[in-house]
């Protein structure tokens, strides 16, 4: 076991915790999983952890309600500040005053992109999650059934439920440790990946009933307008998932999904199996991502920006 981490919370009195902007299962898994570590082993030190609210459906374990999401700076500043699954300085810039004032910075990453901010730390680009490295920088027989259960989040959320390459056998070695420490996955899994509303499910299902197949049956396309949004009482952001959905469909190559997001603006999403580029795609309409899932905004007429994109689809295939 590296005792790193535990080396530097051991050398300090005061903790502070952070994770990326938006923060995902695996930023709110490794922070809590921590935090509660820290208060736990070592209850004699003040541990706080600082992010921005996380969505709802992260609420898996009572530590959610722990989470500072004001980042006041404390009277002395802390001893150490660890700072999880960011990849540079921009990605905790709330936090950034308080992580400059600590004596000590350690950081538990796993992007490929880190900047190396930190005096300190452990970064493993090969590692599926920070909650897989955060695993190994403390007792096992520590952990209790909360620490568990947020390491488990966060490595469900970024493994797409264990089925991302990043997904070894060592990530399913320590989601069996998980397990056996009480974790109930089935719980976890629906409730915080793929639970939807009454109002998100028939959204969705009308999208994907609306949509097209083009390029002889190689590309799927939807779109979902305001009106759409009104007439199901549905939000923006019940559109996510749709894109997945449509990309489930069987002899497609890339998938298209439209949200209209003001009257002449569409933020498109594209997801690709494995022939197209969707990046290079949506990098003509100055947007970007990754190879087989990208997305960006466009203004004016839909169904132009619609038939290009057909287009570009139609020179990789
Ligand atoms: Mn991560």
Redesign the pocket.
Known sequence: MNRALLNAVEAADSIGLTGHIHP?G??VGSCLALYRYIKRVYPEKTVRVHLELPPENLRVAPSFDEIETEFVKPERPYDLFVVL?CSSAERFEPAKELVEDATNVFVID??MTNTHFANDGVILPNAS??CEVLFDLIDEDEIDNEIATWLYL?IIH?TGVFKYPACTEHTMNIAGKLLSKGVVAQRIIDDSFYRKTYEQNRLIGDAVTRSVLMLDGKMIYSVVTLDDLAKFGAQRKDTEGLIDQLRLTKGIEVAVFARQDDVDTYKISMRAIDKVNVAAICAEFGGGGHMFAAGCTVKGDLADAITQIAAMVMLQL
């Open positions: 995902d695996d930023c699954d796993h992007h999650s920070t966060g970024d």
